[in-house]
């Protein structure tokens, strides 16, 4: 694994977080989390506004807010007039919002208010300080009748989060009682917001389905695939510039141009197209014992005439034969010197985890790219909005939005590469580490100015479809098809993705009570969002689940499902469609598909439990090669049973 960028402890960092787990560093920390986001609503963002009745306090606050990646909420005309009467002499209006020393638990009131409804604010922490002249029990009791009434209101709540920064005994009994999570020190409630924001931005994470095919870009896969099977036949880790290249065409992914040569005479040659351009040239050498060519000051610069070139190209073989007699030297690179002002050097690559399979890379590039540190790690796949996530989870981010006289860089084309990258690592398993550094970005776009790509045979289990090195599964958008009912109905059919949820709900109510019954088993009265999201939110290494939609409306009108074992052996399937939609032949097509997909995923089995007076279904599975057995647990199922590979 390439654990210089991709350390364990950070790949664990990026799997938990994706599983929608909130990580914590001690136990401390542990009880505070669960405090808060058993009390209070995650919010919809992370912009925190602040208002308390000391400036120090609350100047601590906006610090460690910023330090740990939250946003001060913005403070509109319209609120600075609300609440511009409740500021000391000497503070503005604005965010913090600095309140009197001697503040009335009222103007708290009025202050924590007008912020929670307030647009641009996702929570506010409260700060109180007591002084000889206020009432720190009346503020708490005032805060807990806010944060009551706040959960209490229907629609987008807000975070609200108290410190009663009191030195002595905290009067919190009111605030526990209105579930108001309040702490001893400003830095404790930030903590405690961000943990609200993670925890509900790992949920986010958790019903992510990438694309397994991006549908923006078609890969040229058997020119990648040519590259990559070259350089396994010839038993070489590393490919060679010339297969590099074809690999990033393959992918559509720009890089600077270059031509690979082998002497000191070629290079001169082949720098001639770029200097008759009015480049200069860079002279990179090529050699498997040097992981990094600047480390031997392998990479010559601003080259401007072809005997320059030549000459460069002889010193440098003369000093390497010098100093590493025994280092093998396959060649050279040549490049133009690419000259864009306001770019940015960024890093993006892949490495490999033994544990969680190929992850992607991302940080701030250059030489010093592992001295920064400054780069974020998600698991493969990714989409767009994956993307966007790690991108924002740098420090680079904020110098890729623009600053002072730099404009914005194209974050989207940026974004772009990412998830082709990361579609690179599902169609190619034996791709076991790249490296694009440094990748230079502007407004215009992008270019890689210096790649390289290491390779290693496959060796996962082909049945599963070739994507077993993936701890997520990718949604598997080869499965999608269109078809006919008996009638000449056109449907569209597809496997579930999780913000099929509130298509599910308006799906159950045109099936019929007693349909509902024969299917669960049991009269179902309601189907809750927890029940809802355990029927969206699949792993599709481990289950499958098809919807057959009607296309000029996207409703949902049947579902075929099937879970397996830890074995991958054995699958248990459930269908169900509307039930105006019985006798069109639906039912007969969703266990046609569920079996076909069985067999393409090598699963042996296929087992389902109905009701014994369920005729129709056990009259279906009999047709479909389905032998029907009584259950030995309970005389009222059958239990149908199809070998798979017993299927012509």
């Given at each position: 694994?390439?654990?210089?960028?991709?350390?364990?402890?950070?790949?664990?960092?990026?799997?938990?977080?994706?599983?929608?787990?909130?990580?914590?560093?001690?136990?401390?920390?542990?009880?505070?989390?669960?405090?808060?986001?058993?009390?209070?609503?995650?919010?919809?963002?992370?912009?925190?506004?602040?208002?308390?009745?000391?400036?120090?306090?609350?100047?601590?606050?906006?610090?460690?807010?910023?330090?740990?990646?939250?946003?001060?909420?913005?403070?509109?005309?319209?609120?600075?007039?609300?609440?511009?009467?409740?500021?000391?002499?000497?503070?503005?209006?604005?965010?913090?919002?600095?309140?009197?020393?001697?503040?009335?638990?009222?103007?708290?009131?009025?202050?924590?208010?007008?912020?929670?409804?307030?647009?641009?604010?996702?929570?506010?922490?409260?700060?109180?300080?007591?002084?000889?002249?206020?009432?720190?029990?009346?503020?708490?009791?005032?805060?807990?009748?806010?944060?009551?009434?706040?959960?209490?209101?229907?629609?987008?709540?807000?975070?609200?989060?108290?410190?009663?920064?009191?030195?002595?005994?905290?009067?919190?009994?009111?605030?526990?009682?209105?579930?108001?999570?309040?702490?001893?020190?400003?830095?404790?409630?930030?903590?405690?917001?961000?943990?609200?924001?993670?925890?509900?931005?790992?949920?986010?994470?958790?019903?992510?389905?990438?694309?397994?095919?991006?549908?923006?870009?078609?890969?040229?896969?058997?020119?990648?695939?040519?590259?990559?099977?070259a350089a396994l036949a010839a038993g070489e880790r590393w490919l060679s510039p010339d297969q590099v290249l074809d690999v990033l065409s393959a992918y559509?992914?720009?890089?600077?141009?270059?031509?690979?040569?082998?002497?000191?005479?070629?290079?001169?040659?082949?720098?001639?197209?770029?200097?008759?351009?009015?480049?200069?040239?860079?002279?990179?050498?090529?050699?498997?014992?040097?992981?990094?060519?600047?480390?031997?000051?392998?990479?010559?610069?601003?080259?401007?005439?072809?005997?320059?070139?030549?000459?460069?190209?002889?010193?440098?073989?003369?000093?390497?034969?010098?100093?590493?007699?025994?280092?093998?030297?396959?060649?050279?690179?040549?490049?133009?010197?690419?000259?864009?002002?306001?770019?940015?050097?960024?890093?993006?690559?892949?490495?490999?985890?033994?544990?969680?399979?190929?992850?992607?890379?991302?940080?701030?590039?250059?030489?010093?790219?592992?001295?920064?540190?400054?780069?974020?790690?998600?698991?493969?796949?990714?989409?767009?909005?994956?993307?966007?996530?790690?991108?924002?989870?740098?420090?680079?981010?904020?110098?890729?939005?623009?600053?002072?006289?730099?404009?914005?860089?194209?974050?989207?084309?940026?974004?772009?590469?990412?998830?082709?990258?990361?579609?690179?690592?599902?169609?190619?398993?034996?791709?076991?580490?790249?490296?694009?550094?440094?990748?230079?970005?502007?407004?215009?776009?992008?270019?890689?100015?210096?790649?390289?790509?290491?390779?290693?045979?496959?060796?996962?289990?082909?049945?599963?479809?070739?994507?077993?090195?993936?701890?997520?599964?990718?949604?598997?958008?080869?499965?999608?098809?269109?078809?006919?009912?008996?009638?000449?109905?056109?449907?569209?059919?597809?496997?579930?993705?999780?913000?099929?949820?509130?298509?599910?709900?308006?799906?159950?109510?045109?099936?019929?009570?007693?349909?509902?019954?024969?299917?669960?088993?049991?009269?179902?009265?309601?189907?809750?969002?927890?029940?809802?999201?355990?029927?969206?939110?699949?792993?599709?290494?481990?289950?499958?689940?098809?919807?057959?939609?009607?296309?000029?409306?996207?409703?949902?009108?049947?579902?075929?499902?099937?879970?397996?074992?830890?074995?991958?052996?054995?699958?248990?399937?459930?269908?169900?469609?509307?039930?105006?939609?019985?006798?069109?032949?639906?039912?007969?097509?969703?266990?046609?598909?569920?079996?076909?997909?069985?067999?393409?995923?090598?699963?042996?089995?296929?087992?389902?439990?109905?009701?014994?007076?369920?005729?129709?279904?056990?009259?279906?599975?009999?047709?479909?090669?389905?032998?029907?057995?009584?259950?030995?647990?309970?005389?009222?199922?059958?239990?149908?049973?199809?070998?798979?590979?017993?299927?012509?």
């Amino acid at each position: 694994m390439q654990a210089r960028l991709a350390s364990n402890d950070l790949v664990y960092d990026a799997a938990l977080q994706r599983a929608g787990v909130l990580r914590v560093d001690d136990l401390d920390e542990m009880f505070h989390a669960a405090e808060t986001v058993t009390r209070v609503a995650p919010p919809s963002g992370r912009r925190l506004a602040i208002v308390a009745n000391g400036r120090s306090l609350a100047t601590l606050a906006a610090d460690c807010l910023e330090r740990m990646g939250g946003e001060m909420a913005e403070v509109s005309p319209e609120l600075k007039e609300a609440v511009c009467k409740l500021t000391r002499e000497d503070a503005k209006a604005s965010n913090p919002l600095v309140l009197q020393e001697n503040a009335s638990p009222k103007e708290f009131r009025v202050g924590i208010e007008a912020f929670l409804a307030d647009k641009n604010c996702d929570g506010v922490l409260a700060i109180a300080a007591p002084t000889a002249f206020n009432n720190l029990a009346g503020i708490a009791a005032t805060i807990a009748e806010v944060g009551e009434k706040n959960r209490k209101k229907t629609g987008r709540k807000k975070a609200l989060i108290t410190t009663l920064a009191s030195g002595a005994q905290i009067p919190r009994a009111e605030l526990d009682a209105a579930k108001v999570p309040c702490f001893a020190s400003a830095s404790e409630a930030i903590r405690a917001f961000m943990h609200l924001v993670r925890y509900r931005e790992a949920k986010d994470l958790l019903m992510a389905a990438p694309d397994s095919l991006p549908s923006d870009f078609t890969p040229d896969k058997p020119r990648a695939k040519k590259a990559i099977n070259a350089a396994l036949a010839a038993g070489e880790r590393w490919l060679s510039p010339d297969q590099v290249l074809d690999v990033l065409s393959a992918y559509q992914i720009p890089q600077v141009p270059m031509r690979y040569v082998q002497t000191a005479v070629e290079a001169g040659e082949a720098a001639k197209p770029f200097l008759k351009d009015g480049h200069a040239c860079a002279l990179k050498l090529i050699s498997p014992d040097f992981t990094f060519k600047s480390d031997i000051d392998g990479v010559l610069l601003d080259l401007a005439s072809q005997e320059a070139v030549q000459e460069a190209a002889e010193a440098l073989i003369e000093r390497l034969n010098r100093d590493y007699p025994t280092a093998r030297i396959d060649g050279f690179e040549i490049q133009p010197m690419v000259k864009r002002t306001n770019s940015l050097e960024v890093y993006a690559g892949l490495a490999d985890s033994p544990i969680f399979g190929p992850v992607v890379v991302f940080g701030r590039g250059g030489t010093a790219v592992e001295v920064t540190a400054d780069r974020a790690i998600e698991l493969v796949p990714l989409d767009m909005n994956l993307a966007g996530a790690l991108i924002s989870r740098t420090h680079t981010h904020a110098l890729l939005r623009g600053f002072r006289n730099r404009p914005a860089a194209n974050i989207h084309e940026l974004e772009q590469l990412l998830v082709k990258l990361s579609q690179l690592a599902v169609d190619f398993p034996e791709v076991r580490e790249l490296d694009l550094n440094p990748v230079l970005v502007d407004r215009e776009g992008l270019e890689v100015v210096d790649a390289r790509i290491a390779v290693a045979p496959d060796t996962s289990n082909s049945a599963r479809q070739g994507n077993t090195r993936l701890a997520i599964a990718p949604y598997p958008t080869e499965w999608e098809h269109e078809a006919l009912l008996k009638d000449g109905t056109g449907i569209f059919l597809r496997p579930i993705r999780p913000e099929d949820q509130g298509l599910l709900r308006e799906f159950f109510n045109h099936v019929t009570t007693e349909d509902l019954r024969l299917r669960f088993f049991a009269p179902v009265k309601e189907f809750s969002h927890s029940f809802l999201a355990r029927l969206v939110q699949l792993d599709y290494a481990r289950a499958m689940a098809f919807v057959a939609i009607k296309p000029e409306t996207e409703e949902i009108l049947g579902v075929v499902r099937l879970h397996t074992d830890a074995n991958h052996n054995v699958g248990e399937y459930a269908v169900l469609i509307q039930s105006d939609m019985k006798g069109k032949g639906l039912g007969w097509m969703l266990m046609q598909l569920i079996i076909r997909y069985a067999k393409a995923d090598g699963i042996a089995t296929i087992k389902g439990e109905v009701l014994r007076e369920n005729h129709t279904m056990i009259e279906m599975c009999r047709a479909l090669g389905f032998t029907t057995t009584r259950s030995e647990d309970d005389d009222a199922l059958i239990i149908a049973t199809l070998e798979i590979d017993k299927q012509a």
